[in-house]
């Protein structure tokens, strides 16, 4: 079984949208570029957006257990998956990604 790591790549906000259709949002999202989680298991992480685990979580599970390839040869390193929340405010890509114990850094 694999631990995953979850990074944090890219953040995008479309004030267009926000401003046609949101309401006042006290706390918008509040990921950084850069931020990464380790997930053992099938925890969420503390931190990371309730919204984002629902649509990371299959993909993490799948990693923790070697499956490989999702989508066939979409990614370079097979043992990953680029993928973004659900906000479609706000949307923030996430990379995924099964690692050893000495790529924990």
């Not at 990464?36 to 979580?57: H, M, Q, Y």
């Not at 490989?68 to 990604?97: H, T």
Request: hydrophobic share 35%; aromatic share 10%.
């Amino acid at each position: 079984m694999y631990k995953v790591r979850i990074t944090v790549m890219k953040r995008t906000v479309h004030q267009d949208l926000i401003d046609r259709f949101e309401l006042p949002q006290e706390n918008p999202c509040e990921m950084e570029i850069g931020q990464s989680f380790i997930v053992e298991g099938d925890n969420k992480p503390e931190g990371l957006c309730e919204s984002a685990w629902e649509t990371l979580r299959p993909f993490v599970i799948g990693l923790e257990n070697g499956e490989q390839g999702f989508y066939g040869d979409w990614m370079k390193d097979p043992r990953s998956a680029m993928l973004s929340c659900n906000d479609g405010f706000r949307p923030v890509s996430f990379l995924i990604e099964a690692i050893k114990d000495d790529d924990m850094s």
